[in-house]
């Protein structure tokens, strides 16, 4: 108990009562060990604890904050520098753990200390210090660690810990607790902020962590395979990452990890990919998808580490893609017969395309930059046509297959997976337009002779297209398969007129919508009296029902079966109605010439020769011609075949197209009419325009086709023959629009 | 003809640039036939070189005239009044052929032909 009239002088105070009493009795136990228990009871605490704020609280004179105050700073000064700096530099002379261990020691009595003397002096914090803004005990205490004894060791601390660091990369155990707890200094050090431990330590660290890693870069890319020296890479930074978890600040995880990418991957990136024997390219020619996997995985971490890898797959692909088109060489120069169908073909460039969509999946997560390169492979060899024809109508016959019935056997989900595979492929063809063309003539051929395998196959198919391309590029497809579904659900009404008439012949008629369809010959034909009857009782109809349309009978499509006696037997004859016509006009056995022929059917050589040579020449002679040779000559004389017969009822006679090779000119007419309509377009919006850059907008506005800059200069002369354009006066680089 | 037999009698050497400009367009326009809008090229072939007479250095003129005895390029039987012009400022313009850069160039393809051809690239 304090007597409350007794003022305690300062000498008194801190000689008797507080340095006797707690400074010496903590450095003693500091400097020997704890004995035991605590290192004081609360009584003693108290007593001191009293002492000081007796001292703190007595009225001037006798007011001793300040020199209390200042006697705290003295007193850790010369703890430091007489007992703990010597010490440490005796112990840790030689550097290394024992330089560590015993600035652990010293740090942590330090920080007990530091506790301590705050408690005892707590009255100061209170008042003194916030009165005269000045630093809290613990932070002076702390600012005492740090000049006295901190700045003294932080370089042998530091190289200390680096040590040990490359000593534990090398495969060594190591005391990680030891550099932990130096950790924890070096962030002490800094007071509220990392920039200590930054400078003094984290960038030195970072520093030989370069250095080390740029040694074993140099032996690694010598010795090891692209494979293995990744798995190395991946192991290393795991390393490093767990190495910052176990004992270091977690700000330098980022900054750690980049400097091992920067020296393990990114200065040995060229070298990695193009390594030979084992480079990207040779990965991917073995299908090497774990290594392709961490090879992606560790550029990925790059800033630009996926582009060269990602250029090594597009020439990669592509020179794969070229090898298919050199199979198909190949086969051409082998001697075999250049048409227009090459499943083989196009079923490699599906197979190709499948694998690399597959490898980038699985192998690169389906990154962006890589099916860009993808696409830019394909998109290079897929515009390269081999042979007489172009891989837009291999594309399209090979549609063709798959969609009619008797092409390849497929189910539903095969015909599904194959035109979704097809129109991938599609989307890479600049010359979209001659593929839509090519198609469009092989759907006609599907819907009118019925050789579609599903109408919903069709459809989806077209859909698929359109969502390619748009609704513009699609129209005329939908258009066809409209007019059948109109036409189908108008039979039945047609068929109970037909009945009411109670006509000969069985009939039915297809409309077509002029535009949508390609374009066919319209051969002037005589048509018999019976089938007559039958055209103008359909025309009758039609017209009741839709006054304003224009009927033209396409003679030189449709289909027909004639029923053929020939003697006692009774044959199905299916042909096509020009046949039929021709058939008729021989019943009976009536002999007629080549010309008498010509004249009665009103029939022109083109379309009457092929005519009669599928009835007198083919496989099955339901005709017999004399001379019985193979040419049809205008001396010729035919009649029906008594000797005709066959084991089968009914009998199909092919007849050979005459038609097939508008595709081309269409196309090319429609290409015309649509850069004029472009330039039209943007010079009227325009008003005036450089050359170069009507050019430019020209080409970026036409999706399904790339004309070259002469064919734009060409519609744009002819434009200004015909007064929609100028030249202008001043520059003879623009042009005016002229409204 | 009539022009033709006219022309001997016509100098144009006094005329400034643009007013010769304007009768070397009138020129092509005179000598249209019927309805049609282009002149024949074998018109062209005799009526440029008389017209043109040193107002293109001779060089110039007679390689344009092989070009066209020599083209089998069909769209070339008839010479369009664009074609016409170009030819006269296309050759004001640019008088080093090898220095012509088709790229950049909005001269007809015919002029494009014409230098392919000139420069010894037989197209």
Same mark, same amino acid.
């Given at each position: 108990m304090t007597d409350d009239n007794k003022i305690i002088t300062l000498q008194d105070g801190w000689d008797n009562k507080i340095k006797s009493n707690a400074i010496d009795v903590l450095e003693d136990i500091l400097d020997t060990g704890l004995? @035991? /228990?605590?290192?004081? @009871?609360n009584k003693n605490y108290i007593e001191v604890y009293t002492v000081c704020y007796d001292m703190c609280t007595q009225r001037a004179p006798y007011n001793h904050s300040q020199q209390l105050y200042t006697r705290h700073g003295e007193t850790i000064q010369a703890y430091l520098e007489t007992k703990v700096l010597p010490a440490i530099q005796e112990k840790g002379s030689s550097g290394g753990v024992p330089l560590l261990e015993e600035l652990k020691f010293r740090w942590e009595n330090h920080t007990i200390m530091n506790k301590w003397y705050s408690k005892f002096f707590t009255y100061l914090d209170r008042f003194y210090v916030k009165h005269h803004s000045l630093p809290s005990l613990s932070q002076a205490g702390l600012t005492a660690f740090k000049t006295n004894i901190y700045e003294h060791v932080k370089v042998g601390a530091k190289d200390a810990i680096i040590e040990l660091i490359d000593k534990e990369r090398d495969g060594e155990i190591i005391k990680k607790d030891l550099i932990l707890n130096t950790v924890k200094l070096y962030e002490a050090m /800094?007071?509220? @902020?990392l920039e200590t431990y930054n400078n003094d330590l984290e960038a030195k660290l970072l520093e030989s962590t370069r250095e080390y890693y740029a040694k074993k870069r140099a032996e690694w890319i010598v010795t090891d395979s692209t494979p293995e020296y990744l798995i190395k890479a991946e192991q290393v930074l795991n390393e490093e990452s767990n190495r910052v978890k176990e004992y270091l600040n977690t700000g330098t995880e980022p900054k750690l990890l980049k400097v091992v990418e920067e020296e393990v991957l990114e200065k040995v990136e060229s070298a990695l990919l193009e390594k030979e024997g084992s480079g990207c390219k040779v990965l991917l020619a073995n299908d090497k998808s774990e290594d392709l996997q961490r090879m992606f995985k560790l550029f990925a971490r790059l800033e630009d580490g996926l582009r060269p890898m990602a250029e090594i797959v597009q020439q990669f692909i592509s020179s794969m893609g070229h090898e298919v088109l050199n199979q198909r060489q190949a086969r051409l120069d082998a001697g075999e017969k250049d048409k227009n169908d090459d499943p083989t073909f196009v079923k490699a460039l599906l197979a190709l395309h499948e694998k690399y969509l597959g490898v980038i999946r699985t192998d690169f997560d389906g990154h962006s930059v890589f099916q860009k390169a993808l696409k830019d492979a394909f998109v290079d060899f897929v515009n390269k046509n081999v042979g007489n024809y172009t891989n837009a109508e291999f594309m399209s016959t090979f549609c063709d297959r798959v969609l009619k019935s008797g092409g390849e056997k497929l189910n539903e989900a095969e015909v599904e997976d194959n035109l979704e595979k097809v129109v991938q492929l599609f989307s890479y063809l600049t010359e979209k337009d001659r593929f839509a063309e090519i198609y469009r003539t092989h759907l006609a051929k599907r819907l009118l002779n019925q050789r579609s395998t599903s109408t919903d196959a069709e459809k989806v198919m077209i859909a698929k297209l359109k969502m390619q391309c748009g609704t513009q590029f699609t129209a005329k497809l939908e258009g066809m398969l409209n007019d059948l579904a109109v036409g189908s659900d108008q039979k039945s009404e047609f068929d109970s007129k037909m009945r009411e008439e109670n006509l000969k012949i069985d009939f039915g008629v297809q409309v077509l919508t002029g535009g949508f369809w390609p374009t066919y010959l319209y051969p002037e034909v005589a048509v018999p009296p019976d089938m007559n009857r039958c055209l103008e009782t359909f025309k009758d109809w039609h017209t009741k029902r839709h006054q304003q349309r224009k009927l033209k009978w396409v003679f030189s499509q449709g289909n027909a079966t004639v029923k053929a006696v020939y003697g006692k037997k009774t044959y199905d004859l299916q042909v096509t109605t020009l046949q039929a016509i021709a058939l008729n006009a021989l019943n009976n056995g009536k002999t007629m010439t080549y010309t008498e022929l010509k004249e009665t059917l009103n029939l022109e050589d083109p379309i009457l020769q092929p005519l009669m040579h599928s009835l007198s020449c083919g496989k099955y002679k339901v005709v017999s011609k004399s001379p019985s040779n193979k040419k049809i000559l205008t001396t010729d004389k035919f009649v029906a075949n008594s000797k005709f017969s066959c084991n089968m009822r009914k009998i199909r006679i092919p007849v050979a197209i005459v038609e097939a090779s508008h595709n081309s000119k269409r196309v090319d007419e429609d290409r015309g009419a649509s850069i004029e309509a472009s330039i039209v377009r943007i010079m009227k919006a325009r008003k005036t325009l450089k050359h170069q850059q009507l050019q430019a907008e020209v080409l970026s506005q036409l999706a399904f086709f790339k004309p070259n800059p002469r064919a734009i200069k060409k519609r744009i002369e002819s434009l200004i023959e015909r007064e929609y354009l100028e030249r202008s006066e001043d520059d003879t680089n623009v042009y005016n629009y002229l409204a | 003809d009539k022009f033709k037999a006219l022309l001997p009698s016509l100098e144009t050497g006094f005329m400034v640039h643009n007013e010769f400009r304007d009768f070397y367009k009138f020129s092509f326009q005179f000598n249209r036939q019927g309805t049609h809008k282009t002149l024949e090229k074998d018109l062209v072939i005799m009526l440029a070189p008389m017209i043109l007479k040193d107002r293109l250095p001779e060089e110039r003129m007679s390689s344009f005239v092989e070009f066209l005895n020599q083209?089998?390029?069909?769209?070339?039987d008839r010479i369009t009044l664009d074609q016409w012009m170009s030819f006269y400022d296309f050759s004001k313009e640019c008088p080093n052929l090898n220095e012509y850069d088709e790229e950049s160039s909005a001269w007809p393809v015919l002029i494009d032909d014409f230098v392919d051809y000139a420069t010894g690239m037989q197209m």
């Open positions: 004995k @035991s /228990g605590k290192f004081f @009871s /800094g007071m509220g @902020s | 083209t089998t390029d069909k769209s070339y």
